[in-house]
């Protein structure tokens, strides 16, 4: 796919894979519009962006909102195509994690994370749609990560809301493309990201042990394959060998795993 001059709203586009999916999409030409909740971000991802951009003739906005209102998350939405004329793609980035022992987390953030990962994505793409079917064309990319293709111990408010987004991905995908409009759903491994960061803050011992079997991954190399992933019109766009395995035989690769964390959960509570 030819990038150049293409129109692309990204939320979440101010730090992490957002941010940097944004700046490999400004190096190939794209315009874009970038969405998060913080302005001085927001500002800071814009110098960032607009420092790699192909043509200086290339537009690059912000826009400040919390997608997991729906009012704000319809009005931004309307307010990225007014600016751009035009939807070509749209990449739902945005997210939230905060692990921690599901006993002892208050109800408030299992709340938040379904509304600001789940509810999120779904208000900019039910807002969007009616562009992408007058057009006639686009494309919706959908970031969910490895803990939205099996439940991971220390993820009870995160996974749930990311195995939201596969069902979502997967029930949307054969409705839309008759309409011209591709679906893709991203399943990252643990990235290195201020989000990953804000995890480790309240990670169990246990999610520890498990989530550091495996090297996290730099955000450029995600954004690199969202790209390639959108350049072969591929639905799930799973980055490296362990993901591609866990997509395809997640369900038979359940078991084994179960037994392989709990050894692990075992070893650490004694």
């Known amino acids: ?22 700046q490999l999409l400004a190096s190939l030409g794209a315009n874009l519009t970038i969405i998060a909740r913080n302005q001085k971000t927001l500002d800071q991802a814009k110098i960032e962006i607009e420092a790699v951009k192909l043509s200086q003739n290339q537009k690059v906005f912000t826009l400040s909102a919390d997608v997991s209102v729906r009012e704000e998350a319809e009005n931004i939405i309307e ?9 070509d793609i749209l990449i ?11 006993q002892e987390l208050p109800i408030e953030i299992f709340e938040q994370t379904m ?13 969007i749609l009616p562009k992408m079917i007058e057009q006639k064309h ?19 408010t995160y996974s ?12 949307l995908r054969g409705e ?17 990201t201020p989000q990953l960061i804000s995890e480790n803050r309240t990670k169990p011992l246990e999610t520890k042990a498990i989530t550091g079997t495996v090297k996290p991954w730099e955000p450029e190399d995600i954004a690199q394959e969202i790209i ?9 766009i799973a980055p490296g060998l362990e993901m591609k395995f866990l997509n395809y035989f997640h369900s038979l690769l359940f078991p084994l795993l179960n037994r392989y964390f709990d050894r692990l959960i075992q070893s650490i509570k004694g």
């Open 228 to 236: 390639r992933g959108i350049n072969k019109n591929k639905f799930a």
């Open 176 to 192: 839309l493309k008759p309409l011209g409009i591709q679906v893709s759903i991203v399943y990252p491994p643990d990235t290195n």
């Open 115 to 127: 509304a600001v990962n789940y509810w999120g994505s779904l208000y900019c793409i039910r807002e």
């Open 1 to 22: 796919m030819n990038f150049n001059q293409k129109n692309i709203i990204i939320t979440g586009g101010s730090s992490g894979i957002g941010k940097a999916t944004a």
């Open 138 to 156: 686009g494309k919706i990319i959908i970031i969910s990560s490895a803990a939205g293709l099996i439940g991971i111990y220390g993820y009870t």
């Open 160 to 171: 749930p809301t990311k195995f939201a987004l596969r069902g979502l991905a997967e029930s």
């Open 92 to 102: 739902l980035s945005a997210g939230m994690a905060y692990p921690g022992y599901f």
């Open 79 to 87: 307010t990225a195509i007014n600016l751009l004329g035009s939807v």
